[in-house]
């Protein structure tokens, strides 16, 4: 089946470690994106790719950094810059020829910083 | 800039009770507009979507939503709530600069009571 696939489900670290979420796609898509979610705040856009070796900072890229080497991997870094970490993270894809817009969720990873 | 304003935080509905859950978007051009619901500690899943074809639009598991432009509104509705419909539900917008990506608004936790 295809489908995006985040890991670790939950993931713990210690302040002042970068930690890197993983996310992968097998739908062939090209464009990919990283979204951070609070409660009551909706989805952030933290950054985004619409090509291979290609990458766009979204609205809270501060702190978080991304690679796009293969079109099927989207990895997202979250630094010791993050100052407020601990959240519920969303890969996202999309294709371009497909319906406008439209999104393919994965099923996320909630990091915990303390 | 668009925008996606999602009127109730919460919303509270008795089994086979009427479902509405409301959206209002701002966009300087046409929009594309989706719902997404995303059930606990999961990513999200496509609701609906318009496609400007139909003002009414068919989803899954039974919601609808109308499109109205006069309004601004893109409310999501099921006739009768059932249990497995307790969730969050997400209205997106698309965005009108050159990111191809989704605004989306805050979200509505739909709680459904026996």
């Known amino acids: 089946d295809g489908g995006i696939t985040q890991s670790p489900k939950y993931l713990f670290r210690k302040e002042g470690q970068n930690v890197t979420l993983s996310c992968e796609q097998n739908l062939n898509h090209d464009a990919m994106y990283w979204y951070r979610q609070d409660p009551g705040q909706g989805l952030r856009l933290i950054y985004y790719s619409q090509i291979v070796n290609d990458f766009q900072k979204g609205d809270i890229a501060e702190g978080y950094s991304v690679s796009r080497e293969k079109k099927e991997s989207f990895p997202l870094t979250v630094t010791s810059a993050q100052k407020n970490p601990t959240a519920f993270y969303l890969c996202?894809?999309?294709?371009?020829?497909?319906?406008?817009?439209?999104?393919?969720f994965g099923p996320g990873t909630r990091l915990t910083v303390t | 800039a668009q925008s996606v304003t999602q009127l109730g935080s919460h919303v509270s509905v008795s089994e086979g009770a009427l479902v509405l859950l409301r959206c209002n978007y701002s966009?300087?051009?046409?929009?594309?507009l989706f719902w997404y619901v995303q059930y606990p500690n999961q990513g999200l899943q496509l609701l609906l979507k318009y496609t400007s074809a139909a003002t009414l639009v068919k989803g899954i598991n039974g919601f609808e939503a109308e499109f109205k432009k006069s309004e601004t509104s893109f409310h999501l509705t099921k006739p009768s709530a059932h249990m497995s419909d307790a969730a969050e539900y997400f209205c997106?917008?698309?965005?009108?600069?050159?990111?191809?990506?989704?605004?989306f608004g805050s979200g509505t936790r739909l709680q459904v009571q026996p």
């Open positions: 996202a894809s999309r294709d371009q020829t497909g319906f406008p817009y439209e999104q393919y």
């Open positions: 966009s300087s051009v046409p929009p594309y």
């Open positions: 997106a917008v698309s965005s009108d600069t050159g990111r191809r990506a989704l605004t």
